[in-house]
């Protein structure tokens, strides 16, 4: 079993789009005009044929009380893993993008969480290197 799409709701797909792409790093996958929304998703530029992020319009009744409490308790929607997170988080600020938690180590991984601008907390993790467990001179 492999995970094939996961969706994000957005409140704007077209600004969704601007912010994924040219902020974030994702390239477009499928963009197809849908009555008034479009089926939307993008992935990563090193992995083009792995799993799909679905920018899904927010129009569900559901939607905005679920969204509006994990905002309120500052949980993330999404996780984004990322091999250098003190620089990814340099060039993101760079671009203008906002902080909700800065660098913060959580022992076996470093994160910092992002307001996508579209109605969504988004986590940055690095993960550490794994400890050597072997003990020294053991062969």
């Known amino acids: 079993m492999k995970i094939r799409m996961l969706s994000v709701f957005v ?18 996958k499928h963009n197809i ?16 044929d792995a799993a799909e992020l679905l920018l899904e319009p927010a129009g569900h009744p559901a939607v905005k009380p679920y969204r ?3 905002r309120a308790d500052g949980i993330p929607l999404a996780q984004f ?7 990814e988080v340099a060039r993101l600020k760079g671009l203008g993008v906002v902080f909700t938690m800065e660098v913060t180590d959580v022992g076996e991984a470093l994160v910092a969480v992002l307001d996508d601008t579209c109605g969504n907390l988004i986590q940055l993790l690095q993960d550490k ?4 467990t072997e003990s020294p001179g053991a062969d």
């Open 68 to 70: 509006d409490a994990l």
């Open 11 to 28: 409140d704007d797909q077209r600004r969704a789009l601007e912010f994924y792409t040219n902020v974030l790093g994702f390239q477009v």
């Open 129 to 132: 290197p794994a400890a050597n």
């Open 33 to 48: 005009p849908v009555g008034e929304d479009l089926w939307l998703t993008v992935v990563s530029p090193d992995e083009p």
């Open 81 to 87: 893993n990322v091999e250098d997170l003190g620089a």
